[in-house]
């Protein structure tokens, strides 16, 4: 049993099509989604804005190693591009785990670069935290303390007020 935090990107094509296309893959094991935010893009400038959210799921079924398994099946569906050029470049949607809990509620570690957790980037990224926030306002990211707390620090406050909810868009999924 392990429940995790991923995050959901998209800037290129049918952006909404393409979250919803990760949820859709994710299918029973999501237990809440975000509000769906248009944000600027993170790390790269030269590309257009992104559709971010955050699901939060679980399943009495799945490892550490399983998450990442369906975040590139979601990926691979989306018919996503890699780029070796350009590494924060744009993609049809980027599906990343962030941190993941046992059965026990106790937070996964892991410094393999297959799969690092937490995910070593979340706590610079708004488009992250913010989602994360708005389900799980109590949230702590391991080794960085609580998300509300790293939304508040000064060099996060432009990106935040960067993003825009865009309620319009809400994503759907069993619950
Ligand atoms: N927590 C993680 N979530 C997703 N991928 C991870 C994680 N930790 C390590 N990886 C590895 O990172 C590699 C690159 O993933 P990907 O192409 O999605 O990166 P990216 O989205 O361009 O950058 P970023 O991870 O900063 O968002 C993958 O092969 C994957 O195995
Ligand atoms: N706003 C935003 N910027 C990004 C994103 C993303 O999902 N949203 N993903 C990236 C991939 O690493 C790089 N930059």
Known sequence: MTRAVLSL???LGDREGHLRLAVRVLG????RASVVYETPPWGDAGQPAYL???VLVSDPEASPHDWLER???AETEAERVR???RRFGPRTLDVDVIAVCDADGRPVLSDDPELTLPHPR???RAFVLRPWHDIEPAAELPGHGPIARLLAAP???GDVAAMTPRPDLALEFTE
């Open 9 to 11: 990107g998209s800037n």
């Open 155 to 157: 060099g996060l406050a």
């Open 28 to 31: 029973r094991a999501v237990e």
């Open 122 to 124: 979340a706590h610079l």
């Open 52 to 54: 971010n959210a955050v």
């Open 83 to 85: 780029d070796p050029e």
């Open 71 to 73: 975040a590139r099946a």
